[in-house]
């Protein structure tokens, strides 16, 4: 844009000083005045230019923003399988009633009470004491009479060739026995096992040997 205007300057100082030559004379301009009218003619060719100017640039245009989409978050998905109701099976009881959980007595069965010596009483060497037992018959049918109570293992706390022949037991009947019992020579504990015929049950003694 400052090459244009320089050359309007130009031009319009040739046509001024032109003008001024071939004319009549006319009194002579102080320099003030040819520049007040310099600047004059000037300024309306600046402002002649600015309105060509302004009439050549288009109107801005506002472009409208593109509008913004909330962004939805998914719906969780369940990561959990869905819980199934447990179904407990149906407890179906005998014609005879009872807990379900009851066990079954055996047919034949016996147990031991009331022992004595107590489990790991204390003895000297070659000390004589009783071996008690009770056989109580815990079975649902009869112990038949004739069965032997007899050695089975361990220390020889009495003779071991004694045995008993116990008579018949019916279901909760009890039956009593009463050996002679010596103590080892030898320290320390010592045990010794009967058992009723038909491995029933399996009478015992614990003791301990001490000097």
């Not at 593109?66 to 014609?95: D, W």
Request: glycine letters at 8%.
């Amino acid at each position: 844009m400052i090459q244009p205007m320089k050359r309007i300057l130009l031009s319009l100082m040739a046509v001024i000083f032109l003008l001024a030559a071939c004319g009549p004379a006319q009194p002579t301009q102080e320099p003030v005045d040819i520049a007040d009218q310099v600047a004059t003619a000037v300024a309306l060719t600046v402002a002649a230019q600015n309105t060509q100017t302004a009439a050549a640039i288009p109107p801005a245009t506002n472009t409208p923003l593109p509008t913004q989409t909330e962004a939805v978050p998914p719906s969780p998905t369940a990561i959990l399988p869905t819980a199934t109701p447990l179904v407990l099976p149906t407890v179906t009881r005998g014609a005879g009633g009872g807990s379900g959980g009851a066990s079954t007595k055996p047919d034949y069965a016996c147990d031991v009470i009331r022992r004595r010596p107590f489990d790991n009483t204390v003895f000297r060497p070659n000390d004589t004491f009783d071996i008690k037992w009770t056989i109580v018959n815990t079975g649902t049918k009869a112990m038949r009479a004739g069965l032997d109570l007899k050695f089975n293992s361990g220390d020889p706390l009495t003779d071991v060739t004694a045995r008993v022949e116990l008579p018949e037991l019916k279901p909760g009947d009890q039956y009593a026995v009463d050996f002679d019992g010596v103590a080892p020579k030898q320290e320390g504990h010592h045990v010794m096992t009967f058992v009723v015929e038909g491995g029933l049950c399996y009478p015992y003694v614990v003791i301990l040997v001490e000097k």
